[in-house]
């Protein structure tokens, strides 16, 4: 089954870790991206990447870092810079641009810092 | 960047009504999804409808890209059609430059038995 997978589904953090959350695509979409949403908000874009080895900040990028050495995976990693991780966080992907394509997100990772 | 708001905030419906979500926003656009978000979290792209008019079964789209509004039409609800409809739409801004898919707040609908 062609998907976007995401794990774990719920994370809990201490103060002062860094998590990193998986995503893995087998669309063979080149590009992805990472969004986080709050309760009762819409979703803001994190990070971005339109190819392999490339990656853009999107509005939020500010405490998270990416990495995209894989066509299929690009990991968000939430550091303890990030002042308020506690969120929803979902990845996405598209065959193509940021602007012109149609997206498709995986089920999400529940992210709780206690 | 682009301003996207949706209306209603909430819905609540029995089963079998129709609908009508709209969503404005404030710059051109050359991308717009309408999006469902289930109970779970999980968000299903419904349409891509930067322009004109797309059907889906009981889901209808329209986007008049030139008054900067799209409206989704929910006939004959079904209790699994209740969630959050996002709007989202993406392209150049009038500020000069280019943005990516830009949410709106949601219409939460609720479709009671």
């Known amino acids: 089954d062609g998907g976007i997978t995401q794990s774990p589904k719920y994370l809990f953090r201490k103060e002062g870790q860094n998590v990193t959350l998986s995503c893995e695509q087998n669309?063979?979409?080149?590009?992805m991206y990472w969004y986080r949403q709050d309760p009762g908000q819409g979703l803001r874009l994190i990070y971005y990447?339109?190819?392999?080895?490339?990656?853009q900040k999107g509005d939020i990028a500010e405490g998270y870092s990416v990495s995209r050495e894989k066509k299929e995976s690009f990991p968000l990693t939430v550091t303890s810079a990030q002042k308020n991780p506690t969120a929803f966080y979902l990845c996405?992907?598209?065959?193509?641009?940021?602007?012109?394509?149609?997206?498709?997100f995986g089920p999400g990772t529940r992210l709780t810092v206690l | 960047g682009i301003q996207v708001e949706q209306s209603p905030p909430d819905l609540i419906l029995q089963e079998g009504a129709n609908s009508t979500l709209r969503c404005n926003f404030s710059?051109?656009?050359?991308?717009l999804q309408w999006f469902h978000q289930n109970p779970w979290g999980q968000l299903i792209n419904l349409f891509y409808?930067?322009?004109g008019t797309k059907q889906n079964g009981r889901l209808s789209a329209t986007t008049v890209a030139t008054e900067r509004y799209s409206l989704l039409y929910i006939s004959s609800s079904q209790t699994t059609d209740s969630g959050v409809y996002f709007c989202?739409?993406?392209?150049?801004?009038?500020?000069?430059?280019?943005?990516?898919?830009?949410f709106g707040k949601g219409t939460h609908l609720i479709i009671q038995p």
């Open positions: 990447s339109q190819i392999v080895n490339d990656f």
């Open positions: 710059d051109s656009v050359n991308n």
């Open positions: 996405a992907s598209s065959s193509g641009t940021l602007y012109t394509d149609t997206q498709y």
């Open positions: 989202a739409p993406a392209g150049w801004y009038s500020g000069g430059g280019a943005d990516g898919l830009t």
């Open positions: 409808i930067p322009s």
């Open positions: 669309l063979n979409h080149d590009a």
